[in-house]
């Protein structure tokens, strides 16, 4: 209770600090507007904005983030068990990270047009890396002792991974996850310039072409928001999945 | 530059933003610059990139830069939003911006564009040029899709994910996609209902035009004749624009040498001196986007600009 | 017949300090082996080499069923139980990776948590467990391996006179019933003689050779022949092997 | 010996599979250009390329990824150690990572000018991210048990910090520092948008404008090695300082 | 004078399973007192509660010498060495967290190493030592603390008994020349009977109240006595107090 409380009242302070020092030093509105006036473009625009811009966005970022997931988990596997692949696959993987958007920009439109999935593409792209890296670095991790006593069981490599690595890599993994989570927004905002006519994204740049900068405020906080509810969602999935990390933390703190 | 100015006279520093990268276009600063006419008018110029085209006219209506360049339609905008901006000089006189569609498309006029597929940078004056285009033409603006591509018009249209695109400039867009093999056709606005707006302009805040009009036409004295300088000998003044940026960016001759042949009778403006603008291109402009919603009540056309 | 012959092993961690050198020792079918010596010696060494765990440095290890991995239960020192498997869990993995049938398992864990003093902690996490406990949960795992050959790595050392009593008479019984062949790591010679058939006592390569016991008293022995003089003689024999002219004081 | 080559093999098998499927399917060379063209490119500008743009992305990437590390440490003990602090910092940290650009640009330009610290400002903004997750689950995941240890030693919270949670947080720091590492190459990158006359991302950006798409990809190239590099320099900076980390596994392994 | 008061003490991790019902003892200054109890019945509970990591859910503990934290040497039953120090570090480490300059520190370890029977592992890592080993350093790094009182679960468990008793030997030393508390746990009746002054014997409070014996032989006792008559009848009563109705076959 109390400590809620604490969070409300340094939030309200915070917005009122950011209201006053743009009225107090004048900083021009159209660079950063005060949060009363981004609270009033919310309100005249919400629906578009909650209707037609954020579903598309979300969408975007659910699809991106599951692939990225599922794409990162094979990669660092790969990068983990095969020797000669993992020599040529991480560099490839880290690669891929730098190249700029105005690169890859054409080359997304060659393939997959204006559809959903070049945006896709791009928030894979950018979600894909932190999984990867700390997948690999959980899998690497695991006990040389549990995977000899595993060995004398007769177990399978496959049955190691599964049993040993693959638990023991998930604290790891869900690190990895919550920064995909994040910036898998971001990915899916970069996405829409490719080309959209839908998205936060889109809505932002439209916003900033127009010189609107408390639209343009407005579509960035609902994007801060689906950022922090994503990361929200996997600690709350983090949790539920490793709870004898959680608990045994809990319970010998309670007492 | 301070030191070479051999006259003892003290240098002025102006900060001057681009609209995009250097190119063709800007060759009469670069070539002032180079000829020392900014020094003789006791102007240090200095010149910076936008990180977006629309970062310019935020940062000069802030003061951060001194002076920007900036589109006339942009800067309607800006004034009808409350932000103190003025135009000082039209540098490009007439529309660059125009519909392009593939030399062998079947698309004769843009009333023909009904039903079909447009790309343009989500920049609402494009959709408001469209329509403007496709109406006057006698089609239906409606049964237009446009698309936004982002930054990658010339993609989108190479490789026939749109039908046409809207945004791309004659000395740019034009050049470049001929050069890779994919001539198009264009259709000029202004032969369409659009007014012949200023595709360029120079621009600063209210305020700077006020406390610095002396700085200000010193800094267009030397810009003229650095255009003069250019109109004169164009070859000589892209070797400028080269020169001042060989150690960053290694343009294509040929690329420019087209752009500099096509902008400069757009920049020219005959018997008046460079640069000049008319109560009545700025009228024309704020009727056309008043017309077209882009800006929602009328704002005064002479206090959209300023004159030396 | 042996189920195990060691020949010639040589192995050390580092150079100057051998554990083994040149050792060749038998484990004979339905055996019952302890194996003692001085802490650090290498006993858990031992049994990782026999467990495969370690590839002998010279020599080498005949098995008389073939590969070595997934033959052999093999408790380590450790308790090494998984802290994402509750007790259950835990001890249900070795039949999970043979691919028993999960409910047939799970039947048999239960079964046995009761003689194991584990009744009413089949679904708690390791760490809700006291360090005998554990010992118990990371025993049972490795019986419920089923297979011939156990190497236990001081399976009892922290449990209490009872409790120690009571596994040590349950293992007997699975012994004889199963026919196993048994290797135990202990620091009690009282539990190394009460149970076994044959004593290995273990010293360092650098301090001479090592040394082998055959336990002449029959089974099944009771505790209260630890004041017999004759297990108090073997006793103080093992200790003079054990630890030279060094003295117990 | 082997494995180099095995690597060297397929390295140029990709390398010759690019070539191929360019010039067999006809993708336009002005949007994916083939590895020849890309090299040629790269011998003709390299002058430029290697003395001018390089060292000033260099620089860009090295102040951002050290203030990067410095900040996100903090900002994780923050979290983790202040309960309120770290209620309403990390909603304001993931918040921060889901701002585009767009409405970044102005803002960073009128606090940095055109000085090389907002181009600092984005590579930091981009690359602290991950540092800060993954310190703040190092930091959680410190065995209660340890904690308890030292306290029955009398430690302060402190010494609690710098003996125990610190070290064993490392490994996690460093999967963090990796990804960290990776993306601060694209942090000066976008950062170089901002307006900048030199750095790999403004040769990249005026090439792609310039449809040069051979020139776009040579930079991409050297941004490509420097982020491999920096990667690789993290890792072995990573064995170095947590050897008791490798170091178990190595010996246990190698016999 | 006592060092430490236990005043009603209720604790338990469960409801229905209370560890200490109501539970009140005293530990005398310079006092070696052993506890002892079944697998899982509490014992280390028992010195966490001493040593303050879990606050009693009902009654008080009273210290002589003001609080707990950073007053007791406390050595837990797991070995809980931190993997990124040596031998040398982690024995160390409570010197370090005192303050103690480096060198002294490093001195006091060194001059002890070879007392531990560790000499030349000071730069070994964890993953490096036997078990018993791990354990030595474990216990050397609780006695560094240098505190007055100390806490011993299960310090000898993995040990031989020549090692065990060298160990014991040179704790009873420091014991009296410091004029230590010691409470230490321990599965070994005779090692409770060799050491203690006292001997607490535990049951859960579900089977009925704790019991304390005063060790009636003189000091210095030798293992020799371990067959006479008074010794084994001791260790008899306790085993009756341990086992309540249960018997040891
Ligand atoms: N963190 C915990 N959470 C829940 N239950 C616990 C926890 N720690 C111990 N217990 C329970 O408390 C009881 C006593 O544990 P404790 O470790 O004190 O036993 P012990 O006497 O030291 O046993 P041992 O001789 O086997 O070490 C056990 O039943 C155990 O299951
Ligand atoms: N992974 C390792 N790397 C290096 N040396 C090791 C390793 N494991 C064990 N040793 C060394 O090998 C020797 C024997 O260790 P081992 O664990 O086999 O002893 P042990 O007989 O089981 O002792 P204890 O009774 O204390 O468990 C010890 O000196 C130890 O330091
Ligand atoms: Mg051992
Ligand atoms: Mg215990």
């Not at chain 1, 659910?62 to 983990?80: D, P």
């Amino acid at each position: 209770m109390k400590k809620n409380q604490a969070i409300l009242i340094t939030v309200v302070l915070l917005l009122l600090g950011w209201e006053l020092l743009i009225r107090g030093l004048h900083v021009p509105m159209y660079i950063l507007p005060p949060p009363s006036m981004i609270f009033l473009s919310l309100m005249k625009e919400w629906k578009l904005l909650i209707f037609i811009h954020l579903p598309s966005t979300l969408l975007e970022v659910l699809i991106g983030l599951f692939l990225a997931v599922l794409m990162g988990v094979v990669v660092a596997v790969l990068i983990v068990f095969s020797r000669i692949g993992g020599k040529v696959l991480y560099p490839l993987v880290i690669a891929s990270q730098t190249i700029p958007l105005v690169a890859l920009s054409p080359i997304l439109i060659m393939w997959f047009g204006y559809s959903i999935w070049g945006k896709v593409a791009i928030t894979v792209l950018i979600s894909f890396f932190p999984i990867v890296v700390n997948v690999v670095d959980g899998l690497r991790a695991t006990n040389e002792e549990w995977i000899q006593l595993m060995k004398t069981m007769g177990a399978s490599p496959r049955q190691i991974f599964w049993k040993l690595q693959i638990p023991h890599a998930l604290p790891s993994f869900f690190s990895g996850l919550k920064v995909a989570a994040t910036v898998s927004v971001v990915g899916a905002t970069i996405g829409e310039w490719l080309g959209a006519s839908e998205g936060l994204g889109f809505f932002s740049r439209r916003a900033s072409n127009n010189l609107q900068a408390d639209l343009l405020f407005a579509s960035v906080f609902l994007l801060s928001l689906i950022g922090i509810a994503f990361f929200l969602l996997m600690q709350w999935i983090e949790k539920r999945s490793i709870p004898w990390f959680y608990q045994m933390k809990k319970i010998e703190r309670k007492r | 530059a301070l030191e070479d100015s051999g006259q003892g006279k003290e240098l002025n520093r102006v900060s001057l933003m681009l609209d995009w990268y250097p190119n063709a276009v800007h060759s009469f600063l670069y070539a002032g610059l180079e000829k020392g006419y900014y020094e003789e008018q006791g102007v240090d110029l200095e010149i910076k990139m936008p990180a977006d085209t629309n970062d310019p006219l935020k940062l000069v209506a802030s003061g951060q830069v001194d002076l920007a360049l900036s589109y006339q339609p942009q800067v309607v905008m800006a004034r009808a939003q409350q932000i103190p901006v003025v135009s000082y000089a039209a540098v490009v006189r007439h529309p660059l911006n125009m519909l392009m569609v593939p030399e062998d498309s079947d698309i004769s006029s843009p009333k023909d564009l009904s039903g079909k597929t447009v790309g343009y940078p989500a920049i609402p004056m494009n959709e408001a040029m469209i329509q403007t285009m496709v109406g006057k033409d006698g089609g239906d603006p409606q049964q237009v899709t446009l698309v936004d591509v982002g930054w990658d018009l010339m993609p989108a249209i190479s490789t026939n994910k749109v039908d046409a695109i809207s945004g791309g400039f004659i000395n740019h867009e034009k050049v470049l996609l001929e050069k890779q093999g994919f001539p198009v056709k264009v259709f000029h606005p202004v032969d369409y209902g659009v007014p012949d707006y200023y595709e360029l302009v120079l621009v600063t805040s209210e305020e700077f035009a006020k406390e610095n009009p002396e700085l200000l036409n010193a800094f267009w004295e030397a810009s003229k004749k650095g255009f003069e300088f250019v109109k004169e000998s164009p070859s000589e003044g892209l070797d400028i624009l080269f020169k001042r940026q060989e150690q960053s960016f290694p343009l294509e001759r040929d690329v420019e040498e087209k752009s500099l042949e096509i902008l400069l009778p757009l920049m020219s403006s005959g018997k008046e001196s460079f640069g000049s603008q008319t109560e009545q291109s700025w009228e024309d402009t704020i009727q056309w986007m008043l017309e077209t919603k882009l800006i929602e009540q009328k704002i005064e056309a002479k206090d959209s600009y300023v004159t030396p | 017949m042996s189920i195990l012959k060691a020949i010639d092993i040589t192995f050390g961690f580092e150079h100057d300090r051998l554990i083994l050198r040149k050792c060749s020792f038998e484990i004979g079918e339905n055996e019952f082996i302890s194996l003692v010596g001085l802490s650090g010696c290498g006993k858990s060494t031992v049994l990782k080499l026999i467990a495969g765990l370690y590839p002998p440095q010279e020599g080498r290890l005949e098995y008389a069923h073939g590969a070595q991995l997934g033959k052999i239960g093999f408790m380590p020192q450790q308790d090494l139980l998984m802290p994402w498997r509750t007790v259950l869990e835990n001890a249900a993995l070795p039949m999970e990776i043979q691919g028993v049938n999960k409910r047939e398992a799970q039947r048999r864990v239960l079964e046995l948590l009761p003689i194991f003093g584990l009744q009413g902690y089949e679904n708690a996490y390791p760490f809700e467990l006291s360090g005998g406990m554990r010992q118990r949960v990371s025993f049972l795992r490795c019986v419920l391996t089923g297979h011939q050959m156990l190497l236990l790595d001081e399976p009892f050392g922290s449990l209490d006179a009872l409790t120690r009593r009571e596994m040590q008479l349950w293992l007997t019984e699975t012994w004889q019933k199963w026919k196993q062949s048994v290797l135990l790591v202990t620091h009690d010679l009282d539990e190394a003689l009460l149970l076994s058939d044959r004593i290995f006592v273990m010293t360092s390569p650098q301090e001479g050779p090592y040394y082998e016991i055959k336990v002449p008293f029959p089974k099944p022995r009771q505790p209260s022949q630890v004041y017999t003089k004759e297990w108090l003689d073997l006793k103080e024999k093992m200790t003079t092997f054990l630890y030279k002219k060094r003295e117990i004081k």
